[in-house]
């Protein structure tokens, strides 16, 4: 080790960049990101890479803060006690604190015939793989985009633009997340778009063939191309490596995002999952789960008590193509009002997001420390309270 706090962050995403950035406050602190790619990926982005109005990547050079080493690998493992974690390359790095931040990917369906057939988007080489795809298909080929979130709405609205025929199977209602009076507009954009909108029970996938989608009400619908987009997981190294997880594998942590099993590791982003109450998975909450990573490691290192996790979410954003968006506002525990903006506004909005979850990276690479977020402190701590109230009367 140098006489340098070393500060070793796993994944370059929203959550991985924004914490090494603002680990550079101070100038006794040395810190390496380790990165399987070596451009950023806008994942917000992907959508459009897919429908060819994007390339989805950004030089690091432009994000990341000087003086931060950028190693271009993928961690294979994580010693603890060692504390150090192993590269598939070959080699190993050291480190006095560890930030996860290894973010999400596509969940694995387990739908028989979807990992063969189904062509996934959440990461930069599946949509690139699924663009070169799209580009080698007649125009007149029938594509079925199978979940109804954002990624599924907007990833068929941009093909959808292109004068593609394409069906959106969302297996529950389209846009769990909007208020329903958005919700119907949302309906409108994609007819308008020429999208066949299948909600309900009758329209959960129930196998994937090379030329057809199977839904559970018996329909079997034609598709040359089928793009699955329900569903997010995250890697496995924190329970490779012994890590205590979730359910769903991301690391268990304190509400200060300290692994409850060593406190030099912290996390971050999508893998996070604070008092087993993870936050929704977004870029707007990776960036700012990234940030508090990097003030609970920055307080250890000063002898200080980290803070807890406080944080709400004041919208999210949906587009319908290049033209239309929807623009949802929320109360600070995460549910939709009813006030929204649509149409060009809605789409401004929404384009306003994307750029700004970049240059909020940009910004706390010239200026650490200086990024912000609306806070809560009301609801969260309700919530906690309560699973406590529920894991008490279980013990009773």
Wanted: hydrophobic share 40%; charged share 20%; aromatic share 6%.
């Amino acid at each position: 080790m140098s006489e340098k706090t070393e500060v070793v962050v796993v994944g370059g995403g929203y959550a991985g960049v924004m914490a090494a950035n603002r680990l550079t406050q101070r100038a006794d602190v040395a810190v390496t990101v380790v990165n399987p790619r070596q451009a950023f990926v806008p994942r917000l982005r992907l959508h459009q890479l897919v429908g060819g109005t994007h390339d989805a990547v950004v030089d690091f050079r432009e994000v990341l803060a000087e003086g931060i080493r950028l190693v271009v690998d993928n961690v294979t493992g994580i010693d603890a006690a060692g504390r150090r974690v192993t590269l598939a390359e070959g080699g190993e790095l050291g480190y006095d604190y560890l930030i996860y931040a290894v973010g999400s990917g596509s969940a694995g369906p387990r739908v028989p015939g979807a990992a063969q057939f189904a062509y996934p988007i959440a990461t930069l080489e599946a949509a690139q793989r699924l663009r070169s795809v799209l580009f080698d298909t007649p125009i007149t080929a029938a594509v079925t985009v199978v979940g109804g979130g954002p990624t599924g709405i907007e990833t068929a609205a941009e093909l959808a633009e292109q004068g593609r025929g394409v069906t959106l199977v969302c297996g529950g209602v389209l846009g769990p997340y909007l208020h329903p009076k958005a919700r119907r507009t949302a309906h409108k954009y994609l007819a308008k778009l020429g999208v066949s909108v299948l909600e309900g029970p009758d329209a959960s996938v129930t196998e994937v063939t090379p030329e057809s989608v199977r839904l559970s009400g018996g329909r079997t619908l034609n598709s040359q191309v089928t793009i699955w987009t329900a569903g997010f997981g995250v890697p496995d190294l924190a329970a490779r490596s012994g890590l205590s997880t979730d359910t769903a594998g991301r690391l268990l942590t304190d509400e200060t995002l300290t692994s409850v099993d060593d406190e030099r590791i912290v996390a971050a982003g999508d893998s996070a999952a604070p008092s087993d109450l993870p936050f929704r998975m977004s870029a707007y909450a990776a960036g700012c789960l990234g940030a508090h990573a990097a003030d609970t490691v920055l307080h250890r290192i000063a002898g200080e008590q980290p803070e807890p996790v406080d944080l709400s979410f004041p919208a999210m954003c949906i587009s319908f193509g290049r033209r239309a968006g929807i623009f949802q506002l929320a109360h600070k525990d995460d549910t939709a009002i009813r006030l929204y903006f649509t149409g060009p506004v809605g789409k401004k909005l929404k384009e306003f997001s994307c750029a700004a979850s970049v240059e909020h990276l940009v910004e706390e690479a010239h200026k650490p420390g200086s990024h912000s977020w609306p806070k809560d402190g009301k609801h969260r701590p309700a919530l906690l309270q309560a699973q406590r109230d529920d894991a008490a009367a279980r013990v009773a």
